[in-house]
């Protein structure tokens, strides 16, 4: 790939999570693939199209993650290379012949379901595309429809930041500074002494009976996931705030604990184990909160159920016994599972999604050149039977991902119940025995109406 201009950049490792996606990604090419993501933004004001292409072409050239491809060794080892300058894929459309704003989402919709359908050619950079639909005189839509591989949901908003910046500017890169790139991390990685985090995996996972499986028999990769929605009211949510910051514990541990006794009921185990996304940005690594790449990590979260303990206690324990593993989030769950002589550990997942790239927040509706982001919304799946996402804002919002070939829409909606009424309990009745929780359902949505059971993906 050398030739009268140099194409590759540099090449560079994978990371753990990397290459576990990659594994999915070719085992089975006949299905979609659960990791390709897309952020829509709504936009308002006079656009200059052509300005806006430069800005994601300068964008796609300023970070090496966005300009990554991967690829394999004779040897199975996974590797990406960072192309140099790649086309950029960007596609424009006017919807306004559409009819309706309605009307014109509903086609709009349609085109980004075709781009997830028709996925990437991994070996290929870049793994993202840009479509800019008009909407209205002023009103325009930018989806960006990219594979999970080179973006993580915590580089979205830094990238969206970015992208403003990078219009108001005209495209000029010396508007922002220095990129730290990608490749520090995968350096930081490689310096990670494995013998104390085998010790600290194996210690957590001493004496486990067995895998937590709630589709024991599903395919390793299926058909997209469907989602049930359900949320916590505005005035629950700011008191779980309240009742996990006076114990010195976050939401997210509310959130595990309530997750791991829906695990408890749905697979009638009192040792359950679930897959728990972390954000992979070491605080040892100065500027990593800064990075744009793919950072994160699947871990596992063992919880061991004693049904007379509180339910109020049993996340500040929760919260105690991940606090001594963070340090060991870093590692390849494959290692994890050789640690704990076992092939596999869960089937289900969790993310506590708190950075601001649902809302967009952090762009917010600030004039770039004539140009407001009015906010926008983003999704991301995975490959496991069930799958819980936690957006937190004024109300916490709950989204349960479930693949319609391993767990039907009746369990998917029970276990959308059961989560709503353990995170209630929470702050409501932490005295409550763990064991108790839904069979008292009354107390713990008493004076509260009913949460909503559907809405909108994003």
Do not use: C
């Amino acid at each position: 790939m050398n030739g009268p201009r140099r194409m590759v950049e540099e090449v560079l490792a994978v990371t753990p999570l990397q290459e576990g996606l990659l594994f999915h990604a070719v085992f089975d090419e006949n299905v979609p693939d659960a990791y390709v993501s897309r952020l829509v933004l709504a936009l308002s004001g006079e656009l200059d199209a052509d300005r806006l292409r430069r800005a994601a072409q300068a964008l796609v050239a300023r970070h090496p993650a966005l300009r990554s491809a991967f690829r394999q060794r004779r040897s199975g080892e996974w590797f990406q290379l960072v192309a140099t300058r790649p086309a950029v894929p960007w596609q424009e459309l006017d919807l306004r012949p559409a009819g309706s704003p309605a009307e014109a989402d509903k086609h709009l919709e349609a085109l980004l379901d075709e781009h997830h359908r028709t996925g990437f050619d991994l070996g290929r950079p870049p793994l993202l595309r840009f479509l800019l639909a008009r909407t209205g005189e002023d009103r325009h839509q930018l989806a960006v429809t990219y594979h999970h591989l080179v973006l993580d949901g915590w580089s979205m908003p830094i990238l969206m930041r970015e992208l403003a910046a990078l219009y108001g500017s005209g495209g000029d890169p010396s508007a922002l500074p220095p990129v730290r790139p990608h490749r520090d991390h995968l350096d930081w990685l490689a310096r990670r002494p494995p013998e104390q985090s085998a010790r600290a995996w194996r210690q957590a996972l001493a004496g486990l009976p067995g895998p937590t499986l709630i589709a024991p028999d599903a395919d390793r990769n299926g058909p997209l996931p469907r989602s049930v929605w359900t949320r916590l009211g505005e005035r629950d949510t700011r008191a779980l705030g309240a009742w996990a910051r006076a114990r010195g514990v976050t939401v997210n541990s509310a959130v595990q604990a309530a997750w791991a006794t829906v695990i408890g009921r749905l697979t009638g185990r009192d040792d359950v184990v679930f897959g728990t996304t972390v954000s992979g940005r070491p605080p040892e690594l100065p500027g990593a909160e800064e990075m744009v790449g793919f950072f994160i990590n699947t871990v596992p979260t063992r919880v061991r159920m004693r049904p007379a303990e509180p339910i109020g206690d049993l996340v500040v324990r929760i919260q105690r016994e991940q606090t001594a593993l963070m340090e060991h989030q870093h590692v390849r769950l494959s290692d994890i599972q050789r640690w704990s002589d076992r092939t596999v550990l869960f089937d289900t997942s969790t993310a506590f999604e708190n950075y601001p790239a649902d809302d967009l927040s952090a762009v917010g509706s600030a004039d770039h050149a004539g140009l407001r982001v009015e906010g926008g919304s983003g999704r991301t799946t995975n490959h496991f039977p069930l799958s819980l996402y936690a957006l937190p804002g004024p109300a916490l919002r709950l989204r349960l991902d479930h693949r319609p070939d391993a767990v039907d829409d009746v369990t998917a909606r029970h276990a959308a119940e059961l989560l709503e009424r353990a995170l209630t309990a929470v702050h409501r009745a932490p005295a409550t025995p763990t064991a108790a929780l839904d069979a008292a359902p009354a107390a713990a949505r008493a004076a509260r109406p009913p949460a909503p059971r559907a809405a909108p993906p994003g």
